[in-house]
């Protein structure tokens, strides 16, 4: 498989008032192409800074990343983004906000007319493509943020919390969604998550990230098979596999480099 | 996969049975429809509408029976004939100060835009104007009026630069905020989307601020009639402003007030032209 993102020795500093303060110390990781990879942590542990760095939003203090060999400066237009907030153009219908990237490429519309009633009528939006943000839900916003970033078919999508806005049962009824969207146009994907159960559900690999440092402490990789039955969230693999990540989040104070939180995390899950 | 254990349904179904039913609630009588925009109507339009007339009835009988000088306070009845009598020239008058409020209020919008719109994009333009405009916004400009006079001298043009010099301030400071309306994270989400600086200010940063430039407008139309009649009072052959002038010097005080009326319904139309406006965009953009 080759390698889409290519992670190393990524920092991020910030100036404060009280001094320097590292958002991000020394990530490293690669992400294949076709891989869905979520990057798991505690609010505060520097995910959201490191998907910002990159989708070429923030620059870094130390290391670098290269996407498809070119090193990340700037942000791409073969990058799809979602963010914890849908971001929909008030004044603008569903359909015309899901066109509004054609627009800025300055690409005919019309090419993409069919593709874009298509992901509207994927994600449960069939008769709303006239209707203005301020008159859905949420959850409907946030499905018209994926179609937004699907109309290009971008190799790589990028998702900082998507749901985390959302009410519980919305969020997972928009976890089955994504992993439908997904297992249709197979693509590299991130997504930046605090939930453990979401992570596992939909991704190929889960990378754990902890505060002080905020780094990437272990690699994990989900043994399901694919395509992925929703229903999985109810075995006991699955929560087993749960339990060993809670485990790595909780006791995960530094890289681990002998393996030895791994193990104890393992005895942890095995005995509860 | 395990098997879910069923739920007792049973003994819920059951335990609902025997709640004991509270007492019949009272039924409220409806309101109908009608009534209600009988009332609606009755206190928005009715009642202010009572109250004038109570105001000018109360007038009219007040200065006839104190027989009070006509120069003083003429009776609503002498102003309303009065005001028949001249009516060709309040009409006449009434059209230059129309089209100069007009022009200026429009020269106004575009200078005043343009301005706010590059002051608000460099951030250094911003810091080294910004204080200038709001000391400006705060000085009684009328008190210029006559600096104007010696500057652009009389005539049609000069009472526009005027007009236009008292209108255009609003316009700045409130195309100013309204720029820096846009939520943050669109910004960035429109930069994820690789969108160069003109797509962002004119796709995303301009629509965010109509409303806050509507009503910038809105302060710049009356001020704009303000200049006009202010610069006519000056040094005007014609206008609202110069009858005005000219009837006082007659001490004709009827003929003011009648002026003064017109003056309000031009005023009210182009404010409310504005006002109208504003709602068919807010509604687009808001």
Redesign the interface.
């Known amino acids: 498989m080759s390698k889409h993102l290519e992670v190393w020795n990524a920092s991020k500093v910030y100036e404060t008032d009280s001094g320097p303060v590292n958002a991000v110390s020394s990530a490293s990781f690669n992400i294949n192409s076709g891989e869905f990879v979520s990057i798991l942590g505690p609010s505060g542990c520097g995910k959201s800074t490191l998907m910002m760095m990159m989708?070429?939003?923030e620059s870094l203090s130390d290391g670098s990343m290269i996407n498809q060999g070119k090193e990340i400066t700037?942000?791409?237009?073969d990058?799809g983004?979602i963010?914890q907030?849908a971001?929909l153009?008030?004044?603008l219908s569903v359909y015309d906000n899901v066109m509004?990237?054609v627009?800025?490429?300055k690409r005919s519309i019309k090419d993409y007319d069919a593709r874009a009633k298509q992901l509207l009528n994927m994600v449960g939006l069939t008769d709303f493509h006239h209707k203005r943000p301020s008159e859905l839900s949420g959850g409907m916003r946030q499905r018209v943020a994926i179609c937004r970033s699907l109309i290009l078919d971008p190799p790589l999508l990028m998702m900082d919390e998507p749901f985390s806005a959302l009410d519980a049962i919305t969020r997972d009824e928009m976890n089955v969604a994504l992993l439908d969207i997904w297992q249709n146009n197979p693509k590299t994907g991130v997504l930046i998550t605090h939930s453990i159960r979401e992570a596992v559900l939909l991704s190929d690999r889960i990378l754990v990230m902890t505060r002080r440092p905020s780094t990437v402490v272990c690699d994990v990789k989900v043994p399901f098979e694919r395509p992925r039955d929703p229903?999985?969230v109810?075995?006991?693999e699955f929560n087993e596999l749960c339990s060993e990540i809670r485990g790595y989040i909780e006791s995960g104070y530094g890289a681990d480099e002998g393996n030895e939180l791994r193990a104890a995390a393992k005895a942890m899950a095995s005995t509860e | 996969?395990?098997a879910?254990e069923a739920a007792p349904v049973s003994k819920i179904t059951q335990s609902a049975a025997t709640v004991v039913p509270g007492p019949a609630k009272q039924q409220r009588r409806a309101v109908s429809p009608f009534k209600k925009n009988l009332k609606l109507v009755f206190e928005t339009s009715v009642l202010p509408l009572l109250v004038v007339a109570v105001i000018l009835f109360l007038w009219e009988v007040l200065t006839r029976n104190f027989k009070v000088p006509l120069t003083l306070l003429p009776p609503p009845s002498y102003i309303y004939t009065r005001m028949m009598e001249v009516w060709p020239v309040l009409m006449d008058q009434a059209v230059p100060t129309t089209v100069e409020s007009i022009v200026s209020f429009l020269a106004a919008i575009v200078i005043g835009i343009t301005l706010g719109s590059i002051l608000a994009s460099f951030r250094l333009l911003n810091a080294a104007f910004y204080p200038i405009i709001v000391f400006f916004q705060l000085i009684p400009k009328i008190a210029l009026a006559p600096l104007f006079v010696v500057w652009v001298g009389i005539g049609s043009q000069s009472r526009i630069e005027f007009a236009t010099f008292m209108a255009f301030f609003p316009i700045v400071v409130s195309t100013m905020a309204g720029l820096r309306a846009t939520?943050p994270?669109?910004l960035?989400?429109?930069?994820?989307?690789?969108?160069s600086g003109w797509?962002v200010f004119t796709?995303?940063r301009l629509?965010y601020a109509i409303p806050h430039i509507f009503s910038g407008m809105k302060v710049a139309i009356t001020l704009a009639i303000i200049g006009v009649i202010v610069a006519e009072f000056i040094s005007a052959p014609k206008g609202l402003g110069y009858l005005i002038v000219f009837a006082s010097s007659q001490a004709d005080t009827a003929l003011i007030m009648a002026a003064i009326l017109v003056l309000c319904v031009v005023g009210l139309i182009l404010y409310g032209t504005v006002a109208l406006l504003e709602r068919i965009c807010i509604r687009?953009?808001?």
């Open positions: 989708a070429g939003l700037e942000p791409r237009a990058v983004l963010f907030e971001l153009l008030p004044w509004f990237p627009k800025i490429l229903r999985i109810e075995s006991a | 996969m395990n879910r939520p994270e669109m960035r989400m429109c930069k994820g989307l690789t969108a797509q796709l995303v629509p687009r953009y808001g």
